[in-house]
């Protein structure tokens, strides 16, 4: 028996019948498309978004679930409500389902106007012993470049067999970017990209150069854009989406409900629920609403945008309107596909203490010498807070020939789960049977590291820190102390199979999850990945604007052998393997040589890294393995109107097999396509 439950009374049937609707696709009336989210074994949210049109609003839509795409065999069939108060947005759940199917549903108003045939997916029943298949994605950007990892995606998937087929499409978050530029704000474009006209903001803020939203119809506005943009729409059409925010889909610089522009932090708390708001809206996902779900609509609370100024022990702003703002929705949730995969999804934006390296004070740790980095002392003393040292941190912190006050000697250490979803995300670890715990994490967590201490002298200033560089780029990379306390649990507890999935770096990782590095002990608890963006720049694409052409170390970030006619991503080389090898680089362009002056106490933790790679993720995770294979595009800074989205750069395969009690987690590597020869 299956059934669909939007507000109406549901609706169920024993048996399959075909559809006695006179649909007819009108994909006009349904600009956004359809989606679904969320799928159990036996249930799924279905969405769509049906405007008034030609002036007439549909009070219900009629959705229907079937078994072929056809609908000849129909499952099920409900009546759902399109409230102009959720934008005109629709989620129905569609249960009764069986595990492991795959199903069709459209959305008819009285009128016949149908929207387009979806595809979605019910998850494998906890029993199921098969591998489990789905990619991962984060930051797509639509103001400036395409979405040809949809369109890539896509058309692999149609190429394989049934069942190595994508189960779902893992979303860790920028599925929007908030910030907007307008094209006359930027005719000189975004570094290779030229600057879309994709939304204006009707009660937009403009700062600086770019607009941001300020209420609820400013975020509704940039999914609308965003969603019709066809590769999306016509991946949300092909696979159910699990969707969590990350940064962008409330501010760039934001926590809690705080945001930050020009260094100054202010309340924003009514766009903190405007954001959930709209996320609610567009996101068919199973998110937590106080006093009672609804999926008809989203309860947005009375706030005003009040000063935070009071902060617990954990970081978490006392003011009301703060706690009720982050507390509108509740994005944080674990699922299961089958024997093999415990899916911990968790909210890195909402709980989050303020990112100690984006303080005033931080700026002191900071030089044009040496972009991007700064000395891992520097950043565990930020990060640990009053904890550091065994909890009594030093009163300050060298750099060069400066002491550098410790401002952080008072505050409490960095957190970035908070301390209720981080009882909550220790306790689904513990207390899961599937062989895989994955947490999918919007933030990434592998150390971004160079050796700058071994710079030989003469070439730039002296690196002022007394061992290696890391970067502050607000994420488990420096977040050492909560990192170690999530590890530490893992390791305690003795369990295996824990990897991590994470966006919002730009940039392909491969490696191993230890909560310290060389110098001091190396002992990886599980595996750890991050996914390039689909769309939005990454930081060698900016480099290659933004550093000087005579910057001393420019050999360390994109620089260019003797043959080489423009800047190749040397920043991949300094991260894997160190400063030695990038001078190598620069001075013979021989690769090899250049690997084999390798620092083996650098990087243990990383196997790949690739800081200039769009496309998405696809993992494997059956009963002894857990496969991540990076899909790498070129930059899309146009739309490629091919059916495979344009050509591959690479394609490249890690591999971890399960591993025991008190066994080390292992990665190996493999190129199946392209060369990328700067990252392995
Ligand atoms: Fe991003």
């Not at 009720?324 to 994005?331: F, Q």
């Not at 393997?577 to 106490?601: F, M, T």
Request: hydrophobic residues 35%; glycine residues 8%; aromatic residues 10%.
């Amino acid at each position: 028996m299956a059934l669909a439950l939007g507000a109406a009374p549901a609706w169920s049937q024993t048996a399959a019948f075909p559809s006695a609707l006179a649909w007819h696709e009108r994909r006009d009336v349904y600009p956004q498309g359809v989606a679904s989210g969320d799928p159990h074994s036996d249930s799924v949210l279905l969405w769509t978004r049906r405007p008034p049109h030609e002036g007439r609003a549909a009070e219900k839509l009629n959705v229907e679930v079937a078994e072929d795409e056809a609908f000849q065999c129909v499952v099920a069939r409900a009546e759902a409500p399109v409230p102009a108060a959720s934008d005109w947005t629709c989620r129905v759940l569609a249960g009764g389902l069986k595990p492991a199917r795959v199903y069709w549903y459209r959305f008819t108003d009285a009128e016949g106007q149908g929207s387009r045939i979806g595809r979605t997916i019910t998850a494998p029943s906890d029993n199921d012993t098969r591998p489990v298949r789905f990619a991962f994605v984060s930051c797509q950007n639509a103001n400036d470049g395409a979405q040809n990892a949809y369109r890539r995606m896509i058309y692999e998937d149609q190429r394989v067999r049934e069942e190595d087929r994508l189960g779902f499409v893992l979303h860790l978050g920028d599925f929007i970017y908030e910030i907007v530029w307008y094209p006359e704000d930027r005719p000189q474009g975004m570094y290779d990209r030229k600057i879309r006209d994709i939304v204006r903001y009707e009660h937009g803020e403009k700062i600086q150069d770019f607009h941001i939203p300020t209420v609820v119809d400013d975020y509704r506005a940039i999914y609308r854009s965003y969603l019709q943009d066809q590769d999306l729409q016509d991946a949300r059409a092909r696979w159910p989406f699990v969707a969590m925010w990350d940064n962008h889909e409330f501010s760039w610089l934001g926590w809690q409900s705080l945001q930050k522009f020009q260094g100054v932090t202010r309340p924003a708390q009514t766009r903190k629920v405007a954001a959930n708001q709209a996320f609610f809206e567009y996101q068919p996902a199973r998110l937590w609403q106080p006093g009672g779900a609804s999926l008809d609509r989203f309860h947005a609370p009375d706030v005003s945008d009040a000063p935070v100024t009071r902060f617990d022990q954990h970081g978490l702003g006392q003011e009301p309107n703060n706690l009720t703002a982050i507390g509108s929705l509740r994005g944080y949730r674990g699922l299961r596909w089958g024997r093999h995969v415990e899916l911990i999804v968790t909210d890195q934006r909402s709980y989050r203490s303020e990112d100690p390296t984006d303080r005033p004070e931080a700026k002191a740790f900071s030089s044009p010498d040496f972009p991007e980095f700064m000395p891992e002392e520097a950043l565990e003393m930020m990060d640990a807070g009053s904890a550091a040292n065994g909890g009594r941190p030093s009163s300050s912190v060298r750099y060069g020939s400066a002491e550098v006050p410790n401002f952080r000697r008072e505050q409490p250490p960095q957190t970035i789960l908070g301390a209720e979803q981080k009882a909550w995300f220790l306790e689904k670890l513990r207390s899961s049977k599937a062989t895989w715990k994955i947490w999918g994490n919007t933030v990434a967590t592998l150390d971004m590291r160079a050796d700058l201490q071994n710079l030989p002298p003469g070439l730039t200033a002296p690196w002022p820190g007394a061992g290696y560089a890391g970067s502050p780029l607000a994420d488990y990379g420096t977040a050492y102390v909560e990192r170690a306390e999530i590890y530490d649990f893992v390791r305690a507890h003795g369990i295996t199979g824990f990897a991590t999935i994470a966006g919002d770096r730009h940039s392909f990782w491969a490696g191993l999850a230890a909560d310290t590095l060389p110098p001091k002990p190396f002992e990886p608890v599980g595996v750890a990945f991050v996914t390039g963006s689909i769309s939005a720049p990454g930081v060698v694409e900016a480099l290659e604007y933004a550093l000087p052409k005579d910057h001393p170390l420019r050999a360390l970030y994109v620089g260019q052998g003797p043959a080489d006619h423009r800047p190749q991503p040397t920043l991949n080389l300094l991260l894997r393997h160190g400063v030695r090898s990038c001078l190598e680089y620069l001075r013979s362009g021989d690769i090899q040589k250049a690997r084999a002056l390798s620092n083996p106490g650098l990087s243990p933790h990383v196997a790949f890294v690739d800081m200039g790679g769009h496309g998405y993720t696809a993992v494997r995770a059956s009963g002894d393995s857990f496969e991540a294979e990076f899909v790498c595009i070129p930059r899309p800074v146009e739309r490629n109107l091919g059916p495979d989205g344009g050509p591959l750069l690479y394609r490249a395969r890690c591999q971890a097999r399960l591993w025991g009690k008190g066994q080390v987690p292992k990665l190996l590597t493999e190129i199946l396509e392209g060369d990328p020869r700067f990252s392995v």
